[in-house]
């Protein structure tokens, strides 16, 4: 957007429209380099440039100082916006997950973690109503199912991350893989809206949220065995088209020494299905290998998922 700001505020007779042209920054480094005609700065996540949730006065603020920006004669003009929302809410309630899940230890066997998976739903709900009741809105559906079906989109992720399945079942429509996309993020949307939900409690960050879902739930722990079933098949057809293990950690956003280290293991024993494979062979050929898998597991939680062993020690 800095960018393409510059070219705007071009005057017509350098091919440019004129027009003066604001911004939000959320990355400083980013628009320190790229330096955007005009642009306020936000020290809030990706993702909520505008602050934190249910807070319009905080909100019209930002909105309010951004516009004032058209003022600003001198280009390029970076300004900070004043970070005055933590100190606000050190009276809240520190953030805490509402319930207590019975067990962090993962369970191998398909039926005892669909239990699991259903218990935490199950605990959850009520806090998810509450969110919805005092929201007024929530964000699951982009599947094509809503919260009702929270244990149905669970199940399908199950019977992926055992067998890679890619059955699609009756009630949804979206073809496999791309429906795992759409399930994880409804699941994530259904989880988070419901620990976020508990009145007169200071909402958690996006690094937070995303450090307890992928540590301290079951469905997090599900989301790890998914990514594995699609980073493997995906690894495979690399392998087999003849790139050196270095390009494969590249293509596929690994660890440098990922495939080297588990490589052999994956060809000896995958546990994959003939059709994911064809899925992966496809997306090789039009040059987007790695699509699904990058999509369920944050950059920041992908390679820590050895964690969650050891959370479960302390408890």
């Given at each position: 957007?800095?960018?393409?700001?510059?070219?705007?505020?071009?005057?017509?007779?350098e091919?440019?429209?004129?027009?003066?042209?604001?911004?939000i920054?959320?990355?400083?480094?980013?628009?320190?380099?790229?330096?955007?005609?005009?642009?306020?700065?936000?020290?809030?996540?990706?993702?909520?440039?505008?602050?934190?949730?249910?807070?319009?006065?905080v909100q019209?603020?930002?909105?309010r100082?951004?516009?004032?920006?058209?003022?600003?004669?001198?280009?390029?003009?970076?300004?900070?916006?004043?970070?005055i929302?933590?100190?606000?809410?050190?009276?809240?309630?520190?953030?805490?997950?509402?319930?207590?899940?019975?067990?962090?230890?993962?369970?191998?066997?398909?039926?005892?973690?669909k239990?699991?998976?259903?218990?935490?739903?199950q605990?959850?709900?009520?806090?998810?109503?509450e969110?919805?009741?005092?929201?007024?809105?929530?964000?699951?559906?982009?599947?094509?199912?809503?919260p009702?079906?929270?244990?149905?989109?669970?199940?399908?992720?199950?019977?992926?991350?055992?067998?890679?399945?890619?059955?699609?079942p009756?009630?949804?429509a979206?073809?496999?893989?791309?429906?795992?996309?759409f399930?994880?993020?409804?699941?994530?949307?259904?989880?988070?809206e419901a620990?976020?939900?508990?009145?007169?409690a200071?909402?958690?960050?996006?690094d937070?949220?995303?450090?307890?879902?992928?540590?301290?739930t079951?469905a997090?722990d599900?989301?790890?065995?998914?990514?594995?079933?699609?980073?493997?098949?995906?690894?495979?057809?690399?392998?087999a088209?003849?790139l050196?293990?270095d390009?494969?950690d590249?293509?596929?956003?690994?660890?440098?020494?990922?495939?080297?280290?588990?490589?052999e293991?994956v060809?000896r024993?995958s546990?994959l299905?003939?059709?994911l494979f064809k899925?992966?062979?496809?997306?090789?050929?039009?040059?987007?290998?790695?699509r699904?898998?990058r999509?369920?597991?944050p950059?920041?939680m992908?390679?820590?998922r050895e964690e969650?062993?050891?959370?479960?020690?302390?408890?």
């Open positions: 957007m800095g960018v393409l700001s510059q070219y705007i505020e071009r005057p017509v007779s091919r440019g429209a004129g027009i003066a042209t604001v911004q920054s959320l990355i400083r480094p980013v628009s320190e380099a790229v330096k955007p005609p005009r642009a306020l700065w936000v020290p809030f996540p990706l993702g909520r440039p505008l602050g934190p949730p249910n807070r319009p006065d019209i603020d930002v909105l100082q951004t516009l004032a920006l058209v003022d600003q004669g001198a280009a390029p003009a970076l300004l900070d916006y004043p970070d929302i933590e100190d606000e809410a050190l009276g809240e309630e520190g953030w805490s997950c509402p319930v207590i899940f019975p067990s962090l230890e993962p369970i191998t066997e398909s039926d005892s973690l239990v699991q998976l259903r218990t935490e739903v605990l959850l709900r009520p806090w998810f109503d969110g919805r009741r005092s929201r007024g809105r929530t964000t699951v559906g982009i599947s094509g199912k809503g009702d079906s929270i244990d149905d989109m669970l199940q399908v992720l199950v019977d992926f991350s055992a067998g890679a399945d890619i059955t699609v009756d009630i949804f979206h073809p496999m893989p791309r429906l795992l996309r399930l994880t993020a409804d699941i994530k949307a259904f989880y988070f620990v976020t939900a508990k009145p007169g200071m909402l958690p960050d996006s937070t949220l995303e450090e307890w879902f992928f540590l301290e079951m997090g599900v989301f790890y065995q998914v990514r594995e079933k699609l980073v493997s098949a995906d690894m495979l057809v690399l392998i088209n003849g050196e293990d390009e494969i590249t293509r596929l956003v690994l660890n440098p020494g990922t495939t080297a280290q588990v490589a293991e060809v024993s546990g299905s003939r059709e899925v992966s062979v496809e997306d090789f050929q039009e040059g987007l290998v790695g699904f898998a999509s369920i597991v950059i920041m992908r390679d820590r969650r062993a050891k959370l479960a020690k302390t408890f």
